[in-house]
């Protein structure tokens, strides 16, 4: 194969392209996104005539997803679904779902020598992935989300493996939490003293959706589960949603974590990573666009409970996000990819100033939903 520019640090890409049949040249392949767990290549392959075509090429993390197979073949299942949607309603099935490059053995992913599971889709063209909110682009992303779980709402969820089991499972965060607290070397922990006092002092919040699910008050759906803003495309041309992306994580799960992720990710105005916290705040305003738009999509699938219970979404995916990144920072940061040491204690901080603030505006919250719940 003719090909250049693999980055150095993965001396593998040239392995796992070898697998595939590309119509093309290869010219390269650079890092690609902004993604916290897999790892993600945009491959660029010129063909003899005509314009370049670009691929993503993703490494699923093992580390995340112990079971990459039974990942693959929820994929599989659920974007073949959505296509059959989208073909039905004449739309566009390779720009509004994701799709497989098949392997020269026609398979849909190649597994290199160390277990490591790869996949190969077209890049979709003529869209942008973004990583702050305007609400004209929050709201076009709550509808898009909103709708991919009206359109799977039907699909056979018994079907569909738990890729990560517990993943929304906050009292299982707390616990998994616990553990890396009492396992933590001293002088790590005295970093983090203040982060660990607060979700001590919000233990019981933990409980609050899986316990409502306990008793029955909110339905399990097939949910994403990961909702930020940059796991959807955008239309260039239209600023519509056009592709929810990262399916990973798709599987049987609670509405309120859907909305709840994407309130959590896009209703400020700092980065996720942002050390000035004093920049770090909870809009309100983002928050109504997205409401909005999150039950525009739902198309009045929600129960009067499920309504009830976004805000405590918010509030808890937030939480729980933050204990994530506060657990990964206690077990030497073996899950999240960072760029620098205390990467995930910064974005455990922004987490939590964002619940204080949703804290102190939870009446404001619920009022928003009863405006646009009609
Ligand atoms: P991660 O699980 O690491 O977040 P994603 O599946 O979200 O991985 O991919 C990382 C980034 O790659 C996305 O945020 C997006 O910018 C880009 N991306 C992924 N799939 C496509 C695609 N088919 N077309 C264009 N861009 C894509
Ligand atoms: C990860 O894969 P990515 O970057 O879209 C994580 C989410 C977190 C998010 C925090 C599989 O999302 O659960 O909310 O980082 N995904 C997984 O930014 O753990
Ligand atoms: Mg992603």
Redesign the pocket.
């Known amino acids: 194969m003719n090909t250049v520019n693999i980055p150095q640090e993965a001396p593998v890409l040239r392995q796992v392209l070898e697998a595939y049949d590309l119509p093309a040249t290869v010219l390269g392949a650079v890092r ?9 290549f ?1 491959v660029v392959c010129q063909p003899q005539e005509g314009d370049a075509v ?1 691929f ?1 090429l ?1 490494g699923m ?1 093992l580390a ?1 997803f112990p079971h990459p197979e039974e990942l693959m073949e929820n994929f599989v299942g659920i974007t073949s679904y959505l296509r059959s949607q989208i073909i039905a309603r004449g739309g566009d099935p390779l720009r509004e779902t ?1 799709s497989l490059v098949k392997t020269r053995d026609g398979k849909d992913y190649y597994t290199d020598e160390t277990g490591k599971v790869w996949r190969m ?5 003529g ?1 942008d ?1 973004f990583q702050s909110a305007t609400p004209e682009l929050f709201e076009a992303s709550a509808r898009s989300f909103g709708h991919f779980q009206s359109m799977l709402k039907d699909y056979p969820a018994e079907t569909l493996h738990e890729t990560i089991v517990n993943f929304h499972n906050t009292e299982d965060r707390l616990r998994k939490f616990q553990a890396a607290l009492a396992a933590a070397p001293k002088d790590l922990t005295d970093t983090c003293r203040a982060e660990v006092d607060f979700v001590l002092a919000r233990q019981a919040d933990c409980s609050v959706a899986m316990e409502a699910l306990r008793q029955g008050k909110l339905p399990l759906r097939v949910t994403h589960n ?1 909702t ?1 803003l ?2 959807i ?1 955008i239309d260039r041309v239209t600023g519509q949603g056009i ?1 929810v ?4 994580t798709t599987m049987p799960g609670l509405s309120i974590y859907d909305f709840g992720d994407s309130i959590r990710f896009g209703a400020n105005h700092s980065a996720e990573d942002e050390k000035d916290l004093t920049k770090v705040y909870f809009d309100i305003g983002l928050y109504e666009v997205y409401t909005r738009g999150f039950l525009e999509g739902c198309q009045g699938a929600l129960t009067p409970a499920e309504l009830e219970y976004l805000p405590w979404g918010a509030r808890l995916m937030t939480l729980e996000c933050g204990i994530r990144f506060l657990t990964d920072y206690l077990e030497g940061d073996h899950y999240f ?1 960072t760029r620098y040491p205390g990467q995930n204690l910064d974005r455990c901080r922004t987490q939590f100033k964002l619940v204080r603030d949703m804290e102190a505006q939870f009446q404001a919250m619920h009022d928003v939903v009863s405006k646009y719940a009609g």
């Open positions: 690609y996104g902004q993604g916290h767990i897999n790892d993600t945009c670009r993503i993703q993390s995340a994701l889709m077209p890049f979709i063209e869209t992935c990961d930020k940059n796991n495309l592709c992306i990262d399916l990973d990819h």
